[in-house]
């Protein structure tokens, strides 16, 4: 038998069965943090216990979508269910990007449950160095 401390937990538990699973119609949210590191964004999403393979990226215009699902994991005939609190289904999360971003060079890996997509910052955004020319001027005739 499994012992509960958290008192919230069963709230967020309650929630959670009322609103039912994700669907690709209607998908849950996934958590997300964004930060800049040098040149570029990276973007981290929590989705642990998805295969590889149950995740799409998709990049259309300035838009980036994620979308994962979570499978039941298999279990045996003889398996009586506990106690189920790790939510199943679809999540998803769409993030309007800048146009300041490089979406053609995005690079994406899923290690320990967290998708880690790094988008450069595109070259004419990248801060450069303007030259003054020489002080020459020349007369226009008419």
């Known amino acids: 038998m499994l012992m509960r401390t958290d008192p919230f937990r069963e709230i967020d538990r309650l929630t959670q069965q009322l609103a039912g699973p994700g669907t690709w119609s209607k998908p849950s949210v996934m958590p997300m943090d964004a930060y800049r590191d040098g040149d570029a964004y990276v973007v981290a999403f929590d989705i642990p216990g998805v ?18 699902e979570r499978r ?10 506990e106690l189920s609190e790790r939510p199943l289904g679809v999540f998803t999360r769409q993030i309007m990007l800048a146009d300041t971003l490089d979406t053609e060079r995005i690079e994406a890996a899923y290690e320990a ?5 790094r988008i450069p910052i595109a070259e004419r955004a990248k801060p450069r160095k303007i030259t003054i020319g020489g002080g020459e001027h020349k007369q226009l005739s008419s």
């Open 72 to 81: 039941p994991a298999p279990r045996s005939d003889r398996a009586q269910m």
């Open 113 to 117: 449950g967290v998708l880690t997509l």
């Open 51 to 68: 295969a590889r393979d149950a995740i799409d990226i998709d990049v259309e215009r300035n838009m980036l979508t994620v979308k994962a």
